[in-house]
């Protein structure tokens, strides 16, 4: 039973594993450099952030509290996630999510898919001033 127990968990690890940072996507349309847009009317911002294996293209987003933002994640290498701590907003590879900025402060953001060695280092920090 136990030999059984050990098996799946191992199994289990490796699939996640091979789903994590290993693999790769070709990217499609570029963002601008800095990843941030405002939308029309100047009160949306679309921000897009890119990441690859092990980082983010942008280490901080700064926005004005009571903005509402959409977030896209897109993966240039591997699968990822990107979590906001305080915020409880989450988007994952290729995926976008709109909510409002209503707390100000500072957030850090991370990747919420396990990716490889160098998961941990993908942090970063939402800004809401």
């Known amino acids: 039973m136990n030999k059984r127990m ?13 789903t994590g940072c290993g693999g790769s996507k070709d990217g499609g349309d570029s963002a601008p450099e800095n990843g941030q847009s405002p939308a ?14 092990f980082e983010f293209d942008q280490k901080e987003i700064r926005v004005k509290q009571g903005e509402t933002i959409t977030l896209t994640l897109n993966s240039t290498q591997g699968n990822h996630g990107l979590k906001i ?26 990747c919420s898919v396990m990716c490889g060695a ?6 970063g920090k939402l800004i809401v001033e």
């Open 6 to 18: 050990w098996t799946g968990a191992l199994l289990l690890a490796a699939a996640l594993v091979a």
């Open 40 to 53: 029309a009317g100047g009160a949306d911002r679309t921000i897009t952030v890119n990441a690859k294996n």
């Open 85 to 110: 701590d305080g915020y409880g907003e989450e988007v994952k590879n290729g995926g976008s999510v709109t909510f409002t900025a209503d707390k100000a402060g500072e957030f850090k953001f991370y």
């Open 118 to 123: 160098g998961h941990a280092d993908m942090t």
